[in-house]
């Protein structure tokens, strides 16, 4: 089992930066990719950005320019540093790790964007 603990969510005006984190623990191994996602009230749930074990990254378009997502291997971790947040960007944000095609979630963390 993989447990996945996210933090750094919280409340900023529009226009203000979060980083988000998210590490792992238990059996970690070594994980393929590893990303987030997000869910606005009402909406599915879409992929915001992702990072191969060998640090290629995937980006959504709203997400491009904005965001950046890294990955520590030796601390099992992943973040999303967002930046000229937007009241769009409004919505739970959760960590998503690929463990040899088993896939684990973590229990989100709200991030919230004011105008």
């Known amino acids: 089992q993989v447990q996945l603990v996210e933090s750094g969510g919280g409340l900023v005006q529009a226009g203000g930066s979060l980083r988000l984190s998210c590490v792992a623990s238990?059996?970690?191994?070594?994980?393929?990719?590893m990303g987030w996602y997000r869910q606005a009230p009402g909406k599915q749930r879409e992929l915001v950005a992702s990072?191969?074990?060998?640090?290629?990254?995937n980006y959504a378009d709203s997400a491009k320019g904005r965001f950046t997502i890294s990955r520590d291997n030796a601390k099992n971790a992943v973040y999303l540093q967002m930046s000229s947040l937007k009241p769009e960007d409004t919505a739970v944000y959760y960590c998503?790790?690929?463990?040899?095609?088993?896939?684990?979630w973590g229990q989100g963390t709200q991030v919230t964007v004011s105008s």
């Open positions: 998503n790790v690929d463990l040899h095609f088993v896939y684990y």
């Open positions: 990072i191969t074990s060998g640090g290629g990254t």
């Open positions: 238990g059996r970690t191994l070594s994980f393929n990719a």
